[in-house]
Structure formats: C-alpha cells, structure tokens
C-alpha cells in the first residue's frame, strides 16, 4: 500500500499539469451565459485543442490514435482536468462509451470511419438505449428494425437521450428479432442523426435546461454495414457500453466534490447565525464535517477502487458502491448548501442577490438527477444484492 | 500508487483471519464472555507466539517492526472473530500510547515484555467528565504519585501496567501497586471488561514525551476503527447467509429488495469504512500532512456504520435476531462500546471542523 504517486506517474502529471497551465481557456465559467449552440461550439473546439495536444481518448489504445495511458494515468488525467477547472469535453460519449464500444466490437471499417472524427469532436454522439417503456428494464425495448435488402428500416423511440440536440450520430439498440427472448433479439446499429425520419424533440427537464431529448424514427433506413458485432447479440454490445459507463471519468468528481466543500466552507465564514459566523454553528460545524468526511471517504473508496483494477484487471466489490456514493453524497452536499444559505439558497441565475450566481439553488435541483441517471439507486442496490453479495434476483 | 494490500500485506490478513477461525471460534468467545475478565492466558501465549502483541513494536524491544497498516488488518481480522480480551487494549491503545511517548529504556521496560507474551497493559484517560477531550482531564500528578479516579478503563483487572493520562502527560502505573483499586463496571460489551481505577497516591512513572499522546492515541483509532470494520463484515456475512438461507412466503428473504437493500447498504457502509480505515493507517504510517484529518474521518464515519449495520443486520433476521442466542447482539455490544471509546461521531466532527472549518470560539 503506498498511496503516493510513483515516478512515472509523477512525470505523467506533470507533463499534463504544465500542458494544461498554458492551454485551459480562462474565465470560460461566464460563457455559459452565450446560447447554448455557441458554448457548445466552444466545448467542440476546447476538445479539439486536447485531441491536437494528444491529450484526446486518454483510455484509447494509441492504434486508434488514443493515448493508451494505464489506468492510473486516466485517474491522474481526470483529477488534473478538476483540478485546472478545464471545461468539460463535447463528445463525452463518444469518447467515454460509444467509442471504446467500436474498439471492441467494431469493424476494421467502422474503426477507421468513425474513431478519429469522435477523437477531434468533429462529429458528436449520442446513446439510443432508454424508451419510455425501457428504463431500468433495458432489455425490454420496442424500437424494431425490419431488414430490407441492403438496410434495417427502424421505427421506434428513444428517450433520456443526451446530446441529442447536439448528436450526429447514434449508438442505436434496437429489436431485431421479436420472437427471441427479450435480450436475445436486440441488435446495435450506427446511426447518422441526419437520415430522414429522425426527429429529435428537446425535453426539458427541472433545472429549465434540456440536457436529453426524445428522439422519434420513422422509417429510418441504416445500411446493413452499421451493425456493431453480431445481429441479435446486441445485449452484449450494449451492456459493453454501459460497463465503460463506470470507467474512469468519475476520479474528477471527487475534486469538484472537493471545491464545492471548501466553498460551503468558505461561505460558513461569510453567513452569519445568530449573530456570529455560521462557521462557528455548532449544528452547522457538525454537518458540514460530516460532509467533509463523505466527500473525503469517496475519494478513498475511488482510490480502492482503481487501485483493484489497476493491480487486478477486473473491477472489484468497491466498484460497486461509487455511483450509490456520488450521486447520495452530492444530494445530502447540496442541502447543506441550502440549509447554510437560508433563503438566499432558492436564488437562480441572473437574480443579483443570488450567491455564486445562481450555482447552489440550481445545483440543489441538478443533484435529485444524480440518483436516476446512470442506473438508479434502486438497480444500484439490486446489483450489489444479487452480484456482490449472491442473493437471489428479485426480479 | 496502489491502494491495495502487498502480498506480505494479504498474507498477514488471511493468516491472522485463519488463526482466530481457528483459535477464537464463537463457542470461546462466549465462554470468555461469561468469564469475569473475557482474558485467555492459552490463547493470549499463542497471540504472542504469532507476534501479534509486539506488531508493530521495533525489534529492540523484541517486536516485529511492522506498521500502522499491518496493525489495522490484524485488528480488522480480530474484530471479525469479536476477539475478546486485551489484544486491544495492550497493543493498540496502551502499547501505541508507550511506543508515542516512551524514551528508550522505557520502551525496553515495558513494551518488551508485551512482545513476549509476558505482559498486558491499558490505557486510562476517562474521568467522570467522560470527555476524550485531553484538555479535560484533571488528574494530577504530586512528585510522582497520582491521586483521583479513572473510569471506563478496559481490561485493568488483567493488565500489569496501566498507561494514565494526567494534566502534564502520561504516566505507568503498576496496579499491584499500594493505592490502586480495580472495580468492575457492569458495560454493554462482555468481551470487553471495564472497570473504574482508583489511585490514592500511587506511584507512578512519568513517560518521556507526553507530546506523542496524541500520536498514540491516533494509531489506537485508526486499529479500533479497523476493528469496527471487522465487527461490521461478521455481521454482513452472517446477515446475508441468513437471508439466503430463511424462506417467507416460499422464497429466501434474500429475494425481496426491501432486504435486498438493506444488505446493500450494510455493504456500502462496511466498505466505505474500510477504506476510510486504510486511508488512515496509511496516513499515520507515511506521515501524511492529513493524517490527523484521516483518523477523525475514519472513526466518525465507523462509529455512526457500525451502528447502522448492526440495526440493519437485526431487523433482517426478525425475532431471530433479538435472541441472546443468536451472535449478532455480541457484535451490537460491542459495537456500541467502540462507538463511544476514542471518542464518537459528534466528537470526531467537531475535531474535525477545528481542523478544517475553523477553530470554535474561545479556543
């Protein structure tokens, strides 16, 4: 057990934290206030600044142009983008989920069609898994696609979509074969978001911004040579995806956690309790250091968990916990915030008197996503009940 | 880095696992239980003859020299078989407190009979304030001799020294000594004895540096928080077996999510703390800039799950559960005790808003 950083690992962070110094735009924060094409055209080039500065597909293997780093690199990479306060990258699931998909079950044709242009962000993805009728229970989507000579014809819809305003293609799990069992039918395919029939309806979602869409197929044709891996194996391709979905790209989290820590804190000194400083609350030092604790214990929980990986190849039973632990610990972080804010807490965006422009009453209502997206709690238990610890299915 | 354990590590784990599966099985444990002092001579000589009681002792006191972070996988291993008797006591509390604190002819003294097998000690710091606080301790020492009263002192009435903390440090007292007394205090825990000492001018050895105490007693939460750990896994383990196992309504109850979640988040809650209690063993032994941070992280996060956990693992096996004969109450016990001792969740969140918030007025 030496939980410090060796050598290579040093000279790998440093070659990054030097990179980073000079390139992170400045002050990009305020450009949230552009339209929401203009900031994602800013997002688009900030990704194509790291895919020039061989920084893009950190986990990729450098033979499909990525930078092939070891595990530990990923976490470091991800910690040191936290740490800049870098934006975020544009094709997050291209890089995160769609693309390592295509490494593993992809065609020598598809690799070299579709890797690159995902590494440089000059074309975006998106994921057409969840159905208003296939949530949890992804095996049971309806969307079919019928072959017809030379391309599947699909007719359906998807929802939950994010980046769909943005996408121009689509990793599409679709039913191939209504007949067969419900995971035994399915069938991945590629889709270009621009192929006549694809509607695609912004949702809205509580925050007041539309994150995901609906996306509607018409009699969508998509050439037979856009399946990934094997007709009616699509079970195996998607739950591939949904693994890379734990990946590495969760080790920033636990720093942004980190920031929003000390900023509660720092603002603890600043709001005043009964006439003296929050900070010197006794119920309020008590659950802003409970909170501390989780935020710091999240981090050691991730360290254990990469550390399985890194020594092991496989993920261990820690990994399990991580989205349980993320997603309950910001909704517990967020209502501190509130609680230490008072009524100053509700202020959104663009009212003057609200604290850190709005980010605590939108992050309050961001963070009840946390423990649906991404699988929900609930499946996050059964999981760990029925895989980690061997009890029978519930279901 | 690398989070994980070194395979000398993992061999001293699943070695100590395999000699308290075969030495400290739950027949003895309730044995000891029901015993006045919980105290094995034969299994304490076989804990010696492992190392054990001079772990993380240096080899000129006839220790083993290893570190924080073998001290908390034995005393995880020991906390999973609710080891009764001193082992805690000795060698985590009193022994880390002498090793912090004592010059060398002092640690010769008494750490050495401690690796050997031939000595046991603890630790006295409780008064009736009942505050792990060291500012409110109010014994005082008079030309070497203490007079006044320490309460919830674990195994007194085995050891051959007591470590007391007095306002100017720490200091060994031998309990044969003239005007010490032991009285048993009736505790939650059976594996565990307490007891209230008394000194009425007893003689006492001042240790060197009563600036390692805090040293001390940060290793002694670091091994108790990884005994709560253990504790925590037992009561995991025997918990799911019961729910594969216990049929309802003609399936196992382990098939209905309401259990099913439960489990889940004892589980959660188990390995969350045993990454807190590894993180802190790592910090003390590497001294770590965070290290103190780390302890007070650990043991208030164990000492709320370990709780947690317990009530968990109770309601699950129904009426089962609430029987003297079924072992999870022993567990509860002595999860409770651990709870308060070194100072509890409340405690340890103030301790750790000092750090990291600001200091509370007044001080």
Not at chain 1, 293 to 310: D, G, K, L
Request: charge should be negative; aromatic fraction near 8%; hydrophobic fraction near 40%.
């Amino acid at each position: 057990m030496d939980l410090n950083l060796s050598v290579e690992e040093l000279r790998f962070r440093d070659e990054l934290r030097a990179w980073l110094a000079t390139h992170v735009p400045e002050n990009w924060e305020h450009r949230h206030d552009e339209s929401v094409d203009a900031h994602f055209a800013f997002l688009k080039q900030w990704q194509r600044t790291l895919y020039d500065g061989g920084w893009a597909g950190i986990s990729w293997p450098t033979a499909y142009g990525g930078r092939g780093a070891s595990l530990m690199q990923q976490v470091i990479f991800w910690q040191e983008l936290a740490l800049a306060d870098a934006p975020p990258m544009a094709n997050v699931l291209g890089l995160g989920l769609v693309g390592p998909t295509i490494i593993a079950f992809g065609t020598d044709a598809q690799k070299a069609r579709y890797l690159r242009t995902i590494l440089s962000a000059e074309e975006i993805w998106c994921q057409g898994f969840s159905e208003p009728n296939a949530g949890s229970d992804l095996a049971g989507l309806q969307t079919e696609a019928r072959l017809e000579g030379d391309s599947y014809v699909v007719n359906g819809q998807k929802v939950w979509t994010s980046y769909g305003w943005a996408a121009d293609w689509c990793e599409l799990v679709v039913r191939t074969d209504p007949s067969a069992p419900k995971h035994k039918g399915l069938t991945v395919l590629l889709v270009d978001m621009k192929t006549p029939g694809v509607e695609v309806r912004p949702l809205k979602q509580m925050t007041g911004e539309t994150e995901f869409n609906e996306v509607f197929f018409r009699d969508v044709r998509v050439p037979i040579e856009n399946v990934v891996g094997k007709v009616n194996q699509g079970w195996d391709v998607a739950i591939g995806t949904l693994m890379h979905e734990r990946g590495t790209f969760g080790a920033g989290l636990q720093i942004t956690y980190r920031r929003n820590m000390d900023r509660l804190i720092e603002l603890s000194r600043e709001v005043r309790r009964g006439g003296r400083p929050a900070a010197l609350d006794p119920v309020i030092r008590q659950k802003l250091a409970q909170c501390y604790a989780e935020v710091a214990i999240m981090r050691a929980n991730q360290m254990r968990a990469f550390s399985r990986i890194s020594a092991t190849g496989v993920p261990g039973p820690e990994g399990s916990i991580q989205k349980i632990f993320w997603s309950e610990l910001n909704q517990r972080l967020q209502q501190i915030a509130q609680e230490l804010l008072g009524p100053y807490g509700q202020l959104e965006a663009g009212d003057g008197r609200a604290i850190d422009r709005g980010a605590w009453s939108y992050g309050y209502l961001r963070a009840r996503g946390n423990t649906i997206e991404a699988g929900t709690s609930e499946i996050q238990r059964n999981i760990i009940g029925h895989f980690v610890l061997g009890l029978p299915r519930s279901y | 880095m690398q989070f994980g354990l070194s395979e000398s590590q993992t061999i001293l784990r699943d070695s100590a696992r395999e000699f308290f599966a075969g030495e400290c099985q739950m027949a003895r444990v309730r044995r000891l239980a029901e015993s006045d002092t919980a105290h094995d001579p034969a299994l304490w000589a076989k804990m010696a003859e492992q190392g054990y009681t001079g772990i993380i002792f240096d080899d000129a006191c006839g220790g083993v020299g290893l570190g924080v972070v073998e001290l908390v996988l034995l005393m995880e291993e020991a906390g999973r078989a609710l080891l009764p008797g001193p082992l805690f006591s000795t060698v985590a509390l009193a022994g880390a407190v002498i090793d912090a604190c004592a010059s060398p002819a002092q640690k010769k003294k008494y750490l050495a009979p401690i690796c050997h097998g031939a000595a046991r000690a603890t630790f006295a710091m409780l008064e009736s304030s009942a505050s792990w606080d060291p500012a409110d301790v109010e014994i005082v020492a008079r030309s070497g001799r203490l007079t006044g009263e320490k309460l919830f002192v674990p195994d007194a009435a085995v050891a051959d020294w007591i470590v007391v903390v007095a306002r100017d440090g720490a200091y060994v007292v031998d309990p044969k000594a003239p005007g010490v007394r032991i009285a048993p205090m009736t505790g939650m825990d059976l594996t565990r004895k307490l007891y209230a000492v008394t000194f009425a001018d007893a003689p006492a050895e001042k240790l060197d540096r009563g600036d390692g105490l805090s040293r001390g007693l940060q290793v002694a939460t670091a091994a108790l928080v990884a005994e709560m750990v253990g504790g925590m896994q037992r009561t995991l383990d025997i918990t799911v077996d019961y729910a594969k196992t216990r049929k309802q309504f003609g399936k196992p109850i382990g098939s209905f999510q309401a259990v099913q979640h439960m489990c889940a988040d004892m589980y959660l809650e188990t390995e969350s703390a045993r990454s807190a209690a590894y993180y802190a063993a790592w910090a003390l032994q590497d001294d770590a800039p965070d290290a103190t941070e780390a302890v007070s992280i650990a043991k208030l996060y164990a000492s709320d799950a370990c709780r947690a956990v317990g009530n968990r693992g109770i309601q699950i096996h129904g009426g089962m559960g609430f029987t003297w004969e079924n072992d999870l109450h022993l567990y509860y016990r002595r999860a409770k005790s651990s709870e308060t001792t070194l100072g509890d969740a409340t405690f340890h969140r103030e301790r750790l808003a000092r750090l990291v918030i600001v200091a509370a007025p007044g001080t």
